[in-house]
């Protein structure tokens, strides 16, 4: 070894004995990795035993915590159902059964893999009290049911004792519900289950909560004693009519709970393609929100504050015929209080043009749709952004290609085009110009197509003119 090697362990021997040698040598290994090195070792450790899991329509994340194959995940992510399928993280796909889950919370349900043959790879749960603000935390699952195994770093932001959540900025997307958060020894302090996001934004930003290990094994223990079993019921929805007596209600602990512990009462309404509605929710004892689905239970509307102070209103065009279901729900997690709600129809505003779905016209070759119309009072609001909007639609056919622009004079306009699954197929933004927005594309499927005539930001409004051409 030559002189400078030496000097160097030399110098290392005496900062061991100044700060203590067996405190050294007993820190963990873990915390003397890098970075990278730890990410990459939390991730071989864990991600063999998380899963996805398909739920009917319903998408989202697991974790095997027995090798006989227990899986526990999010009680909102199977309920309604009582077989699931599961894709293992090697591709294969088995079916579960759920033999327990939770009405209220703690949010979690438990399903047994069937034809399970040796043992599966697992995940231990934490049995450390001592997870404290700003230690990492990491989270593995299946975000959009589209992107199974990824993995997301980040740090525990905030521990609430009373609600007995993790809050952690380790971003957490729809389809993560049900996955595992992990501490740096790769085991599970808890189940990730939300996000707070804006009105009508969706994904991750960097607000999200996790069903903290404690709660997990009390309700594993629970499961196992046979305490807890499937209570898989959809929630019961209370009928109304439109333009009917307003209703008051009462959302209290007695209610169901969203995964985030907030209270939720639902509604349900019959109504009509091209249909105007407008629905209120106002209190002074809680902060209201409300989510509306259509009758495939596709969001088409959420707001929080849109009807002044802290009351809600969705304002829509509703996109098909029948029976829609909406939450009344508070923005604030436990807030239980009176409420009062309104929902009434409207005459379609004649500039809307969203059509019935027996007069939508066939765009053929050759065929050109014009409408003109103005973005104001009476046009529909998009609670992502407050932007205004009217929406056209027609019947289109796999492989034709269309041309549609959007112009006007007097704002900027912003032009979206979704497929008949509602998927939004292409969207432009109008740049550089200002003035115009144009779509071509090839339609992937035969089927009703919904164009969107968009408003840039808020403070559009004005006239504008719709063009859609077959082009063949």
């Known amino acids: 070894m030559n002189r400078r090697l030496i000097s160097l362990a030399t110098s290392a021997l005496v900062m061991i004995g100044a700060v203590g040698v067996s405190s050294y040598i007993t820190q963990p290994a873990y915390a003397q990795e890098s970075d990278e090195q730890v990410n990459i070792r939390v991730y071989k450790i864990a991600s063999p035993a998380v899963v996805s899991i398909k739920a009917g329509k319903a998408t989202g994340s697991g974790t ?14 199977v309920r309604g159902t009582t077989t699931v399928t599961v894709i293992l993280a090697n591709k294969q796909e088995l079916q579960g059964t759920v033999i327990a889950s939770s009405r209220n919370n ?9 034809g399970v043959t040796g043992s599966l790879p697992t995940i231990s749960l934490s049995s450390s009290p001592q997870i404290q603000v700003g230690q990492r935390a990491f989270a593995i699952g299946d975000p959009f049911g589209r992107f199974a195994g990824t993995l997301t770093t980040g740090i525990i932001s905030r521990i609430d004792l009373d609600r007995k959540t993790i809050q952690t900025d380790a971003a957490i997307n729809p389809g993560n519900s049900g996955g595992p958060l992990l501490n740096s020894k790769g085991e599970l302090i808890g189940v990730n289950s939300n996000q707070i996001s804006s009105s009508g ?9 996790a069903i903290d290990v404690s709660s997990v094994q009390e309700f594993v223990t629970a499961v196992q004693q046979g305490r807890i079993g499937v209570n898989n019921a959809a929630p019961v929805a209370t009928k109304i009519v439109l333009n009917g007596v307003p209703i008051t209600g009462t959302l209290t602990s007695a209610d169901e709970t969203l995964s985030d512990g907030s209270f939720f009462k639902v509604f349900q309404f019959e109504g009509r393609a091209g249909q105007k509605v407008v629905i209120d929710m106002r209190s002074t004892e809680i902060d209201p929100y409300l989510v509306l689905f259509d009758p495939r239970s596709n969001k ?35 807030d239980a209080g009176s409420f009062t709600l309104n929902a009434k129809a409207v005459n379609p505003n004649p500039n809307t043009a969203a059509i019935s779905a027996a007069n939508q016209p066939v765009l053929r070759v050759g065929a050109v749709l014009q409408r003109n119309g103005t973005l104001g009072d009476g046009s529909n609001v998009l609670a992502r952004d407050g932007s205004l909007f009217e929406t056209f639609s027609f019947m289109g056919r796999a492989g034709q290609v269309v041309q549609i622009t959007l112009s006007s004079n007097e704002f900027h306009p912003y032009l979206v085009i979704f497929a008949p699954d509602r998927k939004i197929l292409k969207e432009d933004n109008g740049l550089p110009s200002g003035k115009n927005a144009a779509i071509t594309l090839r339609l992937p499927s035969t089927g009703t197509y919904r164009v969107v005539a968009n408003a840039y930001d808020k403070s559009g409004r004005g006239t504008y003119r719709l063009v859609v051409r077959g082009v063949k």
């Open 64 to 77: 095997i915590i027995d090798a006989k194959g227990l899986v526990l995940t999010n009680a909102h992510v």
């Open 300 to 334: 088409i509307a959420e707001d929080d504050d849109s009807a002044g102070d802290s009351n809600a209103r969705i304002s829509t065009t509703l996109p098909t015929t029948g029976t829609y279901t909406f939450y009344t729900n508070s923005y604030e997690v436990g």
């Open 106 to 114: 703690p949010d979690l349900a438990m399903i047994r893999l069937n």
């Open 201 to 209: 934004r969706e994904g991750n930003i960097g607000i999200n909560f």
